[in-house]
């Protein structure tokens, strides 16, 4: 069996993947899922909702519309911008992105308009975030409940889940 910290740095790749906008397929999907699933089911309840997120963004960019990969794109590099300690060039532009991966946008600090740019996108478009974010909770939601038999967590954003 894999340890945890092997686990944890493949599930880091699947995540780099869909911010890059890779496509995964199929056999993606299931490599990701046996690789990830011993540490979800075993481990803390955080590790449990990250993996679960991870699922449904990947069920997402698998079964989604182009425009959907494409938001879906976007509002990941403007989540995983948010992350660790800002070290945002002067001048930059969301449009000549280096490197959309993890370690190209952890810590850039995007605005919305900025990430939807970064994908070619208009900035103005608004509903993109909340759309995605609403078929994320539900893809979520639904494979919480497969895989741990209960109800899916806040973190979610479920109307009827629990934190434990």
């Not at 989604?64 to 070290?87: C, H, M, P």
């Not at 280096?98 to 509903?127: C, F, H, Q, R, Y």
């Not at 975030?129 to 038999?149: C, M, T, V, Y």
Request: hydrophobic share 30%; aromatic share 8%; net charge negative.
């Amino acid at each position: 069996m894999k340890s945890d910290l092997t686990t944890k740095e493949e599930r880091l790749s699947y995540w780099d993947k869909l911010l890059k906008g890779d496509p995964l397929g199929p056999q993606d999907i299931e490599d990701l899922f046996s690789c990830c699933l011993p540490l979800a089911k075993e481990s803390s309840h955080q590790e449990r909702v990250s993996t679960v997120l991870l699922f449904a963004a990947a069920e997402l960019s698998r079964s989604g519309t182009e425009s959907t990969k494409t938001d879906l794109n976007a509002v990941l590099r403007y989540w995983f911008s948010k992350q660790g300690e800002k070290i945002r060039p002067k001048s930059f532009d969301p449009k000549e992105l280096d490197d959309p991966g993890i370690d190209g946008v952890v810590g850039l600090g995007l605005t919305w308009g900025e990430a939807m740019e970064s994908v070619g996108k208009s900035p103005d478009n608004l509903m993109a975030l909340s759309r995605i974010k609403k078929q994320l909770k539900e893809k979520a939601n639904n494979k919480w409940e497969e895989l741990f038999d209960s109800s899916p967590p806040r973190a979610f954003g479920s109307d009827n889940g629990t934190d434990s």
